[in-house]
């Protein structure tokens, strides 16, 4: 996709929240989804970015609607696909299923929690669900806990 972005004169970006970038790395249970919203609008503003498109899936659309409210004015559009939308004063915890939810309620002895075997519960299947689960990292439970302003 990006090849042929170019080739049309668009460019194109993939990014990932701090913390994954490098597949094996884990964020470190300090981080939430602020640290993630600022890193998205430090990556628009600093490489001054316009027209931008921001797109989500699943807990990222926590975090592209935060980053939208404070660079709005760069941006041409917004995708969320199978995304949350945080209304305010919400957590992911409270928009998610109860196993989910206890799940990361017995999560804070680390901090973290890992999901292995979560999409495979939800359809995907096979080599594809083999893949995703070995590429599944410790998630930041305050990522789920802190609540938008």
């Given at each position: 996709?990006?090849?042929?972005?170019?080739?049309?004169g668009?460019g194109?970006?993939?990014r990932?929240?701090?913390?994954?970038?490098?597949?094996?790395?884990?964020?470190?249970?300090t981080?939430?989804?602020?640290?993630?919203?600022?890193?998205i609008?430090?990556?628009?503003?600093?490489?001054?970015?316009s027209?931008?498109?921001?797109?989500g899936?699943?807990?990222?659309?926590y975090?592209?609607?935060?980053?939208?409210?404070?660079?709005?004015?760069?941006?041409k559009?917004?995708?969320?696909?199978?995304?949350?939308?945080?209304?305010?004063?919400?957590?992911?915890?409270?928009d998610?299923?109860?196993?989910?939810?206890?799940a990361?309620?017995?999560?804070?002895?680390?901090?973290?929690?890992?999901?292995?075997?979560f999409?495979?519960?939800?359809?995907?299947?096979?080599?594809?669900?083999?893949?995703?689960?070995?590429?599944?990292?410790?998630?930041?439970?305050?990522?789920?806990?802190?609540?938008?302003?």
């Amino acid at each position: 996709m990006a090849d042929s972005s170019r080739l049309a004169g668009i460019g194109w970006s993939r990014r990932r929240s701090p913390g994954w970038a490098s597949g094996r790395t884990c964020s470190p249970p300090t981080w939430d989804f602020d640290t993630h919203i600022t890193d998205i609008v430090n990556v628009i503003h600093w490489e001054e970015l316009s027209d931008a498109v921001l797109v989500g899936h699943s807990y990222a659309g926590y975090v592209v609607s935060g980053a939208a409210e404070q660079i709005a004015g760069s941006l041409k559009a917004i995708g969320l696909l199978d995304a949350f939308l945080p209304g305010t004063d919400s957590a992911m915890i409270d928009d998610t299923t109860q196993g989910l939810r206890d799940a990361i309620n017995a999560a804070p002895k680390t901090g973290t929690i890992a999901l292995p075997g979560f999409l495979r519960r939800r359809s995907l299947l096979g080599s594809d669900a083999d893949w995703v689960d070995e590429l599944c990292t410790p998630h930041p439970v305050k990522t789920y806990t802190d609540r938008t302003p």
